[in-house]
């Protein structure tokens, strides 16, 4: 059974704006994840006594916020995930960095940790695979961006397969 809380996308959000204002800063203030997220001071104090309740943060009013160890793992998760997918889209999908941005910003909090992990070892899989790598992402993007491939598949595939012989073989 898991100990780490559920947290809404809300709280997801704050969690990771107060890792990385206290990643630039040591400590963040209520002033400053109101700014990160846009949003006003009495949402930024109900999402603070939120995460204080389930130990994530350290707060009292009016006082620096700091993260509690359980509170950092948490956020370190929230951002995992984001960059995964963030990832995804760039490299793998070819998607523009700023939808990209959106996109993960939007899945991270929805998508089910084996379907992100997944995308993870893909990356991870077409990097190492000599019939992917980055000719096969390059070769996607081209896809996308002109309806067409760059080079004749027939031929990509001709070269990664072995050799034939040149009798026919007998059964």
Do not use: W
């Not at 959106?102 to 995308?119: L, S, V």
């Not at 993870?120 to 081209?142: H, M, N, S, T």
């Not at 990509?156 to 040149?166: E, K, L, N, R, T």
């Amino acid at each position: 059974m898991s100990t780490t809380p559920q947290l809404s996308a809300s709280l997801e959000d704050y969690i990771e704006a107060i890792y990385h204002i206290i990643e630039d800063k040591q400590v963040a203030r209520g002033k400053d994840i109101s700014a990160r997220l846009q949003v006003s001071g009495p949402s930024v104090t109900e999402a603070l006594r939120a995460l204080s309740k389930k130990g994530l943060i350290n707060y009292a009013p009016y006082e620096v916020i700091t993260m509690t160890d359980q509170g950092r793992l948490v956020a370190e998760d929230v951002i995992r995930r984001h960059n995964a997918l963030k990832q995804f889209f760039t490299n793998v999908l070819a998607i523009d960095n700023e939808i990209a941005e959106e996109g993960a910003c939007k899945i991270e909090h929805t998508a089910p940790r084996e379907i992100i992990n997944r995308m993870i070892q893909f990356i991870k899989f077409l990097e190492v695979c000599p019939r992917g790598g980055e000719d096969l992402i390059q070769g996607f993007a081209d896809f996308c961006e002109k309806g067409e491939t760059k080079h004749s598949c027939r031929k990509c595939v001709a070269q990664c397969m072995p050799a034939q012989d040149s009798e026919p073989h007998s059964n």
